[in-house]
């Protein structure tokens, strides 16, 4: 699979991240019941959660997938005592980049301001043929 220098800058900001977490609390991995593929649904480590992608309810409208998906973030978020106000970063996904407007005005609505830090990444296709998926890493106490 080829990557694109943004898929690459997204795992190395991830890597550096957890790498100056350097809390003594260690790391614990929630597993990712039915899956499209061998990862965790999260990783919590120190301070920080990381969140694999989430994709929505696909066949319905962009609008209902984009809040399917972020209702599974937060309830990722939520199995480990966090919610949407501690997410500090993001990477968005989208199949077709004519969906960004649409994405930032359910994106606003789910968000509070101040918002996270965001990447929105044009992608040619997804797992499970979802047009959005959402990752996230969250820091306890960032409110």
Do not use: W
């Amino acid at each position: 699979m080829k990557l694109t220098l943004a898929h690459h800058v997204a795992v190395l900001s991830a890597a550096l991240t957890l790498a100056a977490c350097g809390s003594t609390r260690g790391t614990r991995y929630v597993a990712a019941e039915g899956a499209l593929g061998p990862y965790s649904a999260s990783v919590l480590s120190g301070d920080f959660c990381f969140v694999s992608g989430k994709i929505g309810r696909r066949g319905d409208s962009f609008e209902v997938e984009v809040e399917t998906a972020i209702d599974a973030v937060e309830g990722e978020l939520r199995r480990n005592d966090l919610t949407l106000a501690d997410v500090v970063a993001s990477t968005v996904y989208l199949t077709d980049i004519a969906y960004y407007g649409e994405l930032n005005a359910i994106y606003a609505r789910r968000f509070s301001a101040p918002y996270p830090a965001r990447a929105c990444i044009a992608v040619r296709a997804l797992p499970g043929e979802a047009r959005v998926e959402i990752q996230v890493t969250a820091r306890r106490g960032s409110e």
